[in-house]
């Protein structure tokens, strides 16, 4: 059973965009699609560390800013061929509030 | 219940279409493939290869049996099929096996041909298309020594080096009096005969095979000049006829191949055909990459999507026989019409010859030193007028442009660990491994493994070669190049779509022109939304989730996560207000570092992005702007002293520098662009590798463009020399707004101008001065809206969020139930 936190309103993170939560595991990532989903990972790219946070959000998948990998906001996976993996949280909207969880997810 | 689909043919076009078709509509339908062969899908290309020693069979394998299982694709390999019902739409395979279909893909491939002659039918004569050829031509080495190839083109050279290495003894026929005579002239076709005799293979040409003689077994070929070779083997490389006996006793339609139209369909609106068996537009290919493109429309078709169209390849040649560097493409010889510009050291084995029409590639052969084959073809392709630097054309993209891979010009003689993409660190080793083990065919492939040339591209010409050593010799390039993988559209096609239609948002562009995504790729969303802010610069809604972080947030990411800030220093004079405004915002958020950039700027190095809009606010207090050092757009103008304090000073570069940077500041373009003004031919701003250099001369201006210090240095073309400043100012407007509206998003203003030729550029901004005053205005207009700085509008507190975390966890606030987090209070400043 994760412990949720409200982190915000939804409408705190800009569509196809995201905002980071400090914590003391280091920034959390937390993604909005076009459908308003919401997504939490790690804010550190599995290549060489780049803050997710600030990649171009399409589909599911977030295009890190630094060296332009992919990675699918669902699994944290890196979208092939690249490989590597960015931790992820449990995150879910409730009542128009973003709640995280900080277990591993 | 799932629609049927059934292919004939297991080759390489017909599975590679199952494959597109998989990747965009895996669910639709129930798949049953027919093979000839005994095998699952293999490279055939590769078979030369097989058969030289170099690969084994397991190695050229595309799609094991798994494959097949693992996408529930029922194979009947071994299966020749026999005949379509098209009435009861149905197909009857030879050991009675039939199969009903709702789609049919026909995927038949080729023959060669067989020349009628008498004795074409004994023992130990074959062709060259299968696995079963090269293993009758493997186990022929073993008993026999003696084998005669009669054709000399492309296959039949790579069979007659297969068999040399196999150890047999060989001789070539060949009809006409050179060899390859299809892709080369008799230049290049005398080097490269010189260079096979010297390995051994005997070359007869001006043959003419009369007839072959043997009681059971071939024994010899009789010419019709009445010469007599000894052959225990004979391979048949003639050429290649489409496969149509199927789909002709269907009776769709047929002439050289199946007839089909843009949509690879045949003249059964149920029945689709790709490959070597197909016919269209009049034109058959027997080249893998026209086949690919083919199966990426065709699947499209299949999957009921509705867009997409073959409109044709132009192809190019490379042959695959190890150690010989040979490439062709086009209309190699040329006419009364062209003009040729030939480089020919015999002593070094290079040649290189290029066909001219109207100042236009038309062709080329390149035999020794290929590696600017892929340069010359994608001019050729684009028709670029090359006149501008047509001195320096042979000497290739190198002397040119000054792109990575040392000098090194042969795939083949490079070691595996030696670095061919400098950019990324990419060895040889690492891109023949990918393409081994990925299955990879195409340069763009290569480079989404690999990201060797995905940087500047100066080794793409390298990585071509190492591909067509490792793939195939034959290759092409697609006619037309969509935006990215969301759309089949061209960047052409979609600005001309945004302009004519006045679409203003990203989600109308993408409506309007069915985007196959829903939010686009960080390919197209910056390309759009460049494309609408030019097209309808007061009109257009400006995506900031569409632009990269350094365009949303003002300032470049560096690898550490912060950021570097630079304020704008109009034409390199700064004041010590701005000085002393510039070190107190340096002391106060304590930057770790202060730069001076080369673009006679200041660079506050290591900010963190919650420092940023408290910067801005500062900065702007005294009177400092954006330098847009990050953008796509205006970057700096370099001035040198000019003619106020310098003795040799024709004319005032300061104030020139200044007035240009002001009136084109904030202009968002297609890729960065600097300029740059020096006041007299010494040129001390290095004017002339700006996109825009201005050098002052005794009593008037020189204008440059297209020039580039980066990555490919590029010396700027010379567009004219004016007499006044109102015309610098007039003139530059005018070639920016050009480059704006016709540039792709991303293309530099040196590849650009090459592209579309510098004569192109002079009519439009100097020959003709209503086109070029029209250009001026229309930049004018564009900068209305587009002069607000940016640190101005965000630094407002409304704007601030954006930069600072939108909560703070605290290590206590693990465990307990949901509550507000702490609130972040940013950063005090």
Known sequence: MPDWINVGSLTDIPRLGARVVATAQGDVAVFRTSSDEVFALLDRCPHRGGPLSQGMVYGRQVACPLHNWSIDLASGEAVAPDIGCAPRFPVRVEGGLVLLSLRDG | MKERLVVVGNGMAGIRTVEELLKIEPQRYAITVFGDEPHSNY?????????????????????DRSWYDEHDITLHAGTPVTSIDRVGRKVMACDGIEAGYDRLLLATGSVPFVLPVPGHELEGVIGFRTIADVETMVSAARSFHHAVVIGGGLLGLEAANGLLNNGMQVTVIHLPE???????????????????ERRGLKIVTGADTKALIGSRRVERVMLKDGRELVADLVIMAVGVRPNVALARAANLHCER??????????????????????????????????????????????????????????????????????????DFRGDDSS??????????????????????IEGAVLYGDTVDGAWYYELMREKSDVSAHRDQLMFGRMHIADAGHGGEQSAAAMADDAQVCDCNGVCKGDIVNAIRTKGLFTLDDVKKHTKASS???????????????????AYSAPERKPLCSCTDFTHEEVREAIRVNRLTTREQAMAHMDWRTPDGCPGCRPALNYYMLAAWPA???????????????????????????VPRIWGGVTTPAELRA???????????????????????????KEQLPHIWADLNTAGLVSGHAYGKALRTVKTCIGSRFCRFGTQDSIGMGVALEKMTWGSWTPHKFKM??????????????????VVGIEGAWELHIGGNGGLKVRVTDLLCRVKTDAEVLEYCGAFMQLYREQARYLERTAPWVERVGLPYVRQKVVDDAESRAALYRRFLDSQQPAQNDPWAEHAEEAHRLEFVPMTQIHASAVGQPPTQAGPYHGLTA
Do not use: W
């Not at chain 2, 060899?179 to 260079?195: I, K, N």
């Open chain 2, 676 to 693: 740059a003004v020096s006041a007299c031919p010494r040129n001390c701003a290095e004017a002339t590798i700006k996109d825009f250099g």
């Open chain 2, 455 to 473: 940087s500047c591209g100066g080794c793409a010409g390298l990585v071509e070669q190492i591909l067509a050593a490792c793939v195939g010799g």
């Open chain 2, 339 to 360: 003009e040729a510009i030939v480089l020919k050291d015999t002593a070094r084995g290079i040649y290189k010859k290029l066909i001219l029409k109207e100042n236009r």
């Open chain 2, 178 to 196: 050179v060899l390859m005579e299809r892709q080369l002239d008799d230049a290049a076709a005398s080097l490269l005969r010189a260079t096979l």
């Open chain 2, 43 to 63: 490279n055939r290309i590769m078979l030369s290869s097989v058969l030289a020693g170099e690969k084994r069979f397991d190695e050229i394998m595309l799609n």
């Open chain 2, 539 to 565: 009109e257009a809604v400006d995506d900031a989730q569409s632009r990269f972080v350094n365009e949303r947030v003002h300032a470049n990411i560096q690898k550490d996560r912060s950021y570097t800030v």
């Open chain 2, 582 to 608: 510039i070190a107190d915002v340096a002391e106060k958020y304590r930057v770790p570092m202060v730069k001076i950039t080369g673009g006679q700027r200041i660079d506050l190095v290591g900010v963190q």
């Open chain 2, 257 to 330: 191949g199946i007839v089909v139209n843009d949509t690879m369909q045949t003249f059964d609106p149920r029945v689709y055909a790709v490959g070597e068996c197909v016919q269209h537009r009049h034109q058959t290919y027997g080249l893998v990459a026209p086949l690919f493109e083919q199966a990426r429309v065709c699947a499209n078709h299949l999957a009921y999507l509705g867009y997409g169209r073959y409109t044709g390849s132009t192809t190019a040649t490379r042959l695959k026989v190890s150690g010989i560097e040979l490439f062709s493409a086009g």
